[in-house]
């Protein structure tokens, strides 16, 4: 990973008469932390669907329902909590003729419905994508990967982040004559965000093939420490 830092080194202000003037030491330094760590998701999130098309819009909406009544009833069967599935997209909209002379005639309407689904154990991704088609689900949409402990992890890495801050900051001082005092400001420079890195899985057995990959979660701290005279 790239690393970026700047080290600012504040201009001096006179304190006293001309006579008296004296400069003090830089105000400060400033530098950049930045720390990630890897790990295997543990949930996922699919979503899943069925796609009718008929005639008229009734005819459209109920061949729809039927379908996704059924796949609703394939993931309450297979054991799935009713709160890890909802559904996220509903829709029915009319289908046009081309006509390049005037306004297009509705030849028929397309209806369709998403769930999403929840899965608390990512081994069961495969197996719920084989479950969601033999229920005769045909739209299959993203899936998701997800770290259920992520904000301890990436607390860990904030830890971290402000140590490698340090280093970075004692370099200077070093270099400068000076010694590191205390803090006087940290920040975190944007959303920590999981970054998805992939990584092959193994195969599960005959399902659908699953690449679940690994989560990197990154943080970057921006640290200003007080400097004094070197011992």
Known sequence: ?????????AAATLLA?????????PAAISVSGEATVSVAPDQAQIEGGV???????REASDANNAAMGKVLLALKGAGIDEKDYQ????????QYA?????????VGYHASNRVTVRIRDVTKVANTI??????????????NFM????SKLLDDARE?????ARRKAEIYAKASGVTLGEPLSISEEGGSVPVFRGKMAAPMATAAPVAQGEETLSVTVSVSWAIKAAQ
């Open 160 to 164: 971290k982040a402000i140590a490698d």
């Open 130 to 143: 084989d479950l969601l088609v033999g229920a005769g689900a045909n739209d299959i949409g993203g899936i």
């Open 147 to 150: 770290v259920s402990q992520a």
């Open 51 to 57: 796609t009718s098309d008929a005639k008229t819009a």
């Open 98 to 106: 081309p006509n390049r002379s005037g306004p297009s005639p509705v």
């Open 17 to 25: 008469a001309p006579a008296l003037a004296q400069t003090t030491l």
């Open 1 to 9: 990973m790239k690393h970026s830092f700047a080290v600012v080194l």
């Open 87 to 94: 559904t996220s997209r509903l829709s029915l909209q009319p």
